[in-house]
Nanobody, 130 residues
Framework: QVQLVESGGGLVQPGGSLRLSCAASGGTLDYYAIGWFRQAPGKEREGVSCITFSDGNTRTADSVKGRFTISRDNTKNTVYLQINNLKSEDTAVYYC???????????????????????WGQGTQVTVSS
């Protein structure tokens, strides 16, 4: 089972940028899709972006499209989430999670079928404030 560790969160002023990292250990991400989620205080967790690690196909929620970019580094077994033009409403704990590719295939699902995600990191806090 792959273990995930997020990093890169912090306190940022509105309009700033952050790059979050999701580093995997205990196995290759080649057999997984990786999703980024966030949970703001008092709100439900939402999926914001995902990537199929083997082929790099991505999906991004319309609410953050144009500001959030997901990418991967195969050599580092790591997925990134670049967040630009941060807004106060982006304040949340950001999590990465994985779902096996075979699970998506069995469900005929794309990587933004977020309820299928199984294995989670501990999260990293992003706070946007002046």
């Amino acid at each position: 089972q792959v273990q995930l560790v997020e990093s890169g969160g912090g306190l940022v002023q509105p309009g700033g940028s952050l790059r979050l990292s999701c580093a995997a250990s205990g196995g290759t991400l080649d057999y997984y899709a990786i999703g980024w989620f966030r949970q703001a205080p008092g709100k439900e967790r939402e999926g914001v972006s995902c990537i199929t690690f083997s082929d790099g196909n991505t999906r991004t929620a319309d609410s953050v499209k144009g500001r959030f970019t997901i990418s991967r580094d195969n050599t580092k077994n790591t997925v990134y989430l670049q967040i630009n033009n941060l807004k106060s409403e982006d304040t949340a704990v950001y999590y990465c999670a994985t779902v096996p590719r075979r699970t998506l295939q069995a469900a005929s699902a794309t990587c933004d079928t977020y309820y299928l995600y199984l294995y989670w990191g501990q999260g990293t806090q992003v706070t946007v404030s002046s």
